[in-house]
């Protein structure tokens, strides 16, 4: 048997498998970037704003009052230099700041009489109008390489100027969900359980960042079952595969003899962490890896958290996925020489233990914020901190 891996390190190795196959950038325009990774940092091409705009309704003023009206600017304009003490142009927002002017007087601040202007500017921290480069100077960085890109990301970057984005493309997924005694329409009975993972997976992959190019299941409990289905997803280009089930080495588990066939290497096989710990990560001859996943639901989704998530983050050029920090409401056990992943939940700003956590249920994970880290050899003691890993909240669908 193979010795289990520390949890720590398993989510370490396979983040640099998936870093050191990460693949090269490509231009991506920004209305299909979402979701995607930026390959470089994001670099201002101008200064932002590339050149002084009022913030407000008003006139743009050269000295003291009165002002002689001169012109107008609006949104879009080239605005004239005012060359002129006591002259001004009515401008409006957004509209661009002549050369010239000393002061910008709000619309509400001011009395117009016989062509003339009269008011005072405001004085404040808030200027009535925005100077060149207040945001960003020519060449600044902005976001580093790494960064996941949001709809947020992409206003930014088509406000500095950017049609596209240089991305690494979202790694191309496939699920194939192991076991003959899965329905997958249905009421379970009989010794059948219907199958929560197939229709589940794919949209977690989703909202992982991946394209889901291929899914198959229930795959039938045969070696050449699994051989043909894992050639399938080959076949359909995926490059990552995850399978549920079949991790273990009983009488109807054949996911080891299969990635022997098919030539893999193994990354991770078994982690010491309770539950999920039969679970691996192995590269196909061809470059794909394979995760494979246990087959007990909330076993499959420690699996993804712990080794999908990192395999993930690698090869599409993001950092390790981050560990938050909470404070325990409530003790949580140890499992020995096992890092325990315990499903918690937030109350009173404090992280609580979950009731329907057995490895076969799901009630718990649908009413959780993630799972609590407790170390091996201790126990995670009501008021002291703990590590924990967040589950997927949805960066794409």
């Not at 590339?50 to 002689?68: I, K, L, N, Q, Y």
């Not at 059948?192 to 794919?202: E, M, Q, Y």
């Not at 901190?385 to 960066?395: K, N, R, S, T």
Request: overall charge negative.
């Amino acid at each position: 048997m193979t010795l289990p891996i520390a949890w720590a390190a398993a989510r370490e190795a396979v983040f640099e498998a998936g870093s050191a196959a990460a693949p090269g950038p490509v231009p991506v325009p920004l209305v299909e970037s979402d979701g995607l990774t930026l390959a470089e940092p994001l670099v201002t091409l101008t200064d932002l704003p590339a050149f002084p705009t009022s913030s407000v309704d008003g006139w743009a003023a050269r000295g003291p009052a009165p002002w002689r009206i001169v012109g107008r600017v609006l949104a879009g304009d080239t605005a004239v230099p005012l060359a002129m003490d006591g002259t001004c142009v009515e401008i409006a927002t957004g509209g661009m700041v002549p050369e010239g002017t000393t002061a910008i007087v709000r619309i509400e601040d001011s009395v117009t009489t016989d062509g003339a202007v009269t008011g005072e500017p405001r004085q404040g921290r808030i200027p009535d109008w925005r100077r060149r480069g207040e945001e960003a100077a020519a060449g600044e960085e902005l976001l580093p390489a790494g960064t996941p890109v949001t709809p947020g990301v992409i206003g930014l970057a088509a406000s500095c100027g950017y049609d596209t984005l240089s991305c690494r493309p979202a790694p191309r997924a496939a699920l194939l969900v192991f076991g003959d005694e899965l329905l997958t329409a249905g009421v379970p009975g009989d010794g059948r359980v219907r199958d929560a993972l197939g229709p589940a997976l794919p949209s977690w992959l989703r909202r992982a960042g991946t394209d889901v190019v291929h899914t198959r299941g229930p795959v039938a409990d045969t070696l050449a079952d699994h051989v043909a289905a894992l050639r399938g997803a080959i076949d359909a280009g995926a490059q990552v595969i995850c399978t549920t089930g079949g991790t273990m080495h009983g009488p109807v588990d054949h996911l080891h003899p299969a990635l022997a066939e098919l030539g893999a290497q193994y990354i991770v096989n078994t982690v010491a962490v309770r539950p999920g710990f039969p679970m691996l990560v192995a590269r196909l001859p061809g470059g794909q890896f394979v995760a494979g996943l246990p087959g007990n639901p909330q076993s499959t989704f420690v699996a993804l958290v712990s080794l999908v998530m990192p395999l993930l983050a690698g090869l599409t050029g993001r950092p390790m996925p981050t560990l938050g920090t909470v404070t325990l409401g409530a003790d949580v056990p140890g499992r020995g020489d096992f890092t325990h992943l315990a499903l918690v939940t937030l109350a009173d700003g404090r992280a609580h233990p979950v009731a329907h956590v057995g490895s076969s249920m799901l009630r718990g994970l649908a009413n959780s914020v993630g799972f609590a880290v407790i170390p091996p050899g201790s126990e995670g003691r009501a008021g002291t901190q703990a590590q924990l890993v967040p589950l997927l909240d949805g960066e794409r669908s």
